[in-house]
């Protein structure tokens, strides 16, 4: 599997930007799926992550209710919508793929995926 991740860019704090993850070499569908943010300077860090078996969904904390991830019909993108963005938000964006079905307790885990996307510059001005 391949993971194309696109959609970064600069906008103001407020402001909206949607990320898109492509994959090659298969689909979204009985899988685990999360998008990770690495800040200049800091570790890669957990953003939201889906089962995609039976669509639980976990978000960090801090984007709870201006983040969203969803799919397209053909289960071959999904997409993580950001609204109200922050400065703090400014990252680059990973998106992450594993074949398995994670338990819940593993959806924020870095070590659990086996495919990464090449990341996506996000940069929040105030």
């Known amino acids: 599997v391949q993971l194309q991740a696109s959609g970064g860019g600069l906008v103001q704090a407020g402001g909206s930007l949607r990320l898109s993850c492509a994959a090659s070499?298969?689909?979204?569908?009985?899988?685990?799926m999360g998008w990770f943010r690495q800040r200049p300077g800091e570790e890669r860090e957990f953003v939201v992550a889906?089962?995609?078996?039976?669509?639980?969904?976990m978000y960090e904390d801090s984007v709870k209710g201006r983040f969203t991830i969803s799919r397209d019909n053909a289960r071959t993108t999904v997409y993580l919508q950001m609204s109200n963005l922050k400065p703090e938000d400014t990252a680059v964006y990973y998106c992450?793929?594993?074949?398995?079905?994670?338990?819940?307790?593993?959806?924020?885990?870095?070590?659990?995926?086996?495919?990464w996307g090449q990341g996506t510059q996000v940069t929040v001005s105030s």
């Open positions: 889906v089962r995609w078996s039976d669509r639980k969904t």
């Open positions: 992450a793929i594993t074949r398995r079905s994670l338990i819940w307790s593993s959806l924020g885990s870095i070590s659990e995926y086996d495919y």
């Open positions: 070499g298969g689909t979204f569908s009985s899988n685990t």
